[in-house]
């Protein structure tokens, strides 16, 4: 398995409903990406000044991570698509 380094984590997406709470089904071209996702691994932590810092997000963690954030990187993995992102760019754990 993958295993990211310093203050990466992997992801997956969380896909969203296509149906509106008032029952309006919503077509794939009109969908926006999901910005919710499931902590699959995460990395070691960030080194600042000599000291460990570990991360605060764990393995299975649902997140909500910034939409247009700069360290999202889409990867594939054994032909599952997945998020490696830093952990800066998550807005909060659900």
């Known amino acids: 398995m993958f295993k990211p380094l310093h203050n990466y984590v992997l992801l997956t997406r969380i896909e969203e409903s296509n149906v509106t709470a008032g029952g309006i089904i919503i077509p794939d071209t009109a969908k926006e990406k ?23 997000v764990k393995v299975d963690d649902v997140v909500l991570f ?14 599952n698509d997945y998020i490696l992102i830093k952990e800066s760019d998550i807005l909060g754990i659900l």
């Open 34 to 56: 999901p910005v919710r996702g499931r902590v699959v691994a995460v990395g070691e932590g960030l080194i600042e000044n000599g000291q460990k810092i570990p991360l605060s």
């Open 66 to 79: 910034a939409k247009w954030a700069s360290s999202i990187n889409e990867v594939k993995i054994d032909g």
